[in-house]
């Protein structure tokens, strides 16, 4: 079952169509958000250690494949009592060697609890590998975000630089006040601040990735990315069906197979068994051997199991009902994560086609008038500073884009890219 899951979050791997960004240079080592996914799934110690539950659960279906131990049994008769007695020639001693014979397919209902209580782990297990690539997925849009973010501190630096050399010939030629060239060197150590910041937020991006597979450093510099390449999704309706075969879903299905096996152990489990024995009886007065049989056979007079097939039956109306509100609570929250990616969607669009280059093209104009004195140095800064939003606001919102895709596939357990 995991060989589908692992690629509706592999398709991650062109979730953010992750070629070669343009903020990534050729020399620098790269990884990729598929090999990303491939490492964590290869290393992350919180797998690891659920494979091992899985594996307890293996020995279990194995004892309860046993059978019941023959019992060896000895009595000894007729001794230390009074009068002829306590001579011991009356003595009896009787050796049996019993074996209980399970009834009603007692054992075979016991292993097929077991098997479903492993179908229920592997279902836990399967969740949790899809929350650990989702988890690494956003650990990359993160990194692909501050490669973004960092690139953006760079343009601020700058154009901070050439707004204090422009200041800078405008005040030698008596054309500004010095205050504009105060102003300028603050605005320029505060982008080299915000530069440096960036930097920071960068490694801790790096490092927060290779923490997916337990690596103590990461050995690569930059994310694969193109953050603004939004790959295409589903209908709604695609994307709605797929909820029904969600891992979320389907371990209430493994739940409710569980319960049905536990009532069905449990009503074997009225007749428990038959015990047989065999075994010899020396007779210490006449010195002669004899044989015995025995049988026992318990009788389901006051308990019959019903307490226990009254709490799995409830346990497997219990796991229908909570199938259903899981399932109410998924489509709710679907709807609202496309709805998120639509407006992401079109937020970027217009950012990046409409909005960007009418404010690149307005600050040109507002520097080339700068430069004859015909903008004031305020003109100027608020030009560079809302072509730095608009920027900002295109990274976050693609970013949002990816993340909220993410949320959509771990929903549904899906790749959404065609």
Do not use: C
Not at 313 to 333: D, F, H, P, S, Y
Not at 394 to 408: G, P, R, S, V
């Amino acid at each position: 079952m995991f060989t589908r899951l692992g690629r509706s979050l592999s398709v991650a791997a062109t979730l953010l169509a992750f070629g070669a960004s343009t903020s990534v240079r050729a020399q620098e080592p790269v990884i990729t958000l598929r090999e990303a996914i491939s490492r964590t799934l290869q290393s992350n110690p919180d797998l690891a250690a659920y494979a091992y539950t899985l594996k307890a659960q293996d020995g279990r279906i194995t004892q309860s494949g046993l059978r019941p131990n023959p019992t060896l049994s000895g009595t000894v008769e007729n001794v230390l009592g009074t009068g002829l007695a306590s001579g011991g020639q009356y003595a009896e001693l009787t050796l049996m060697l019993s074996q209980v014979i399970e009834l009603g397919g007692l054992r075979e209902r016991r292993i097929d609890v077991a098997r479903r209580e492993r179908d229920g782990l592997q279902a836990e297990g399967d969740i949790r590998r899809l929350d650990t690539i989702a988890e690494t997925a956003r650990r990359f849009v993160s990194l692909a975000s501050q490669q973004e973010q960092h690139q953006l501190t760079h343009l601020a630096v700058e154009l901070a630089e050439k707004t204090a050399a422009a200041v800078e010939k405008r005040v030698a030629a008596a054309k500004s006040p010095l205050a504009e060239r105060d102003r300028a060197a603050v605005a320029l150590q505060r982008a080299q601040n915000d530069d440096a910041h960036a930097e920071h937020e960068l490694q801790t991006a790096r490092y927060a990735l290779a923490a997916s597979w337990a690596a103590s450093k990461p050995d690569f510099v930059s994310a694969s990315a193109d953050l603004y390449r939004l790959p295409t999704m589903r209908s709604y309706d695609e994307l709605l069906a797929a909820l029904e075969a969600t891992p979320d879903l389907a371990r209430y299905l493994s739940e409710a197979r569980l319960r049905d096996a536990e009532i069905a152990l449990a009503i074997a489990g009225r007749r428990q068994g038959l015990q047989i024995g065999a075994g010899v009886r020396r007779l210490e007065q006449t010195r002669d051997t004899g044989l015995v049989f025995s049988f026992q056979m318990p009788l389901p007079v006051g308990d019959r199991n019903q307490g226990l097939i009254a709490e799995a039956e409830a346990r497997r109306e219990g796991a229908a009902a909570e199938r259903e509100a899981t399932l109410i609570k998924a489509r709710t929250q679907l709807f609202g994560y496309y709805r998120e990616l639509l407006d992401r969607q079109r937020q970027v669009g217009l950012i990046r086609e409409k909005a960007l280059p009418r404010m690149e093209s307005a600050l040109a104009h507002t520097d080339y008038a700068y430069e004859r004195g015909r903008y004031s140095y305020l003109e100027l800064v608020d030009a560079q500073r809302e072509l730095l939003e608009l920027k900002r606001e295109a990274i976050e919102a693609a970013a949002q884009y990816h993340f909220t895709l993410i949320e959509i596939e771990r929903l549904t357990g899906n790749g959404l890219s065609r």
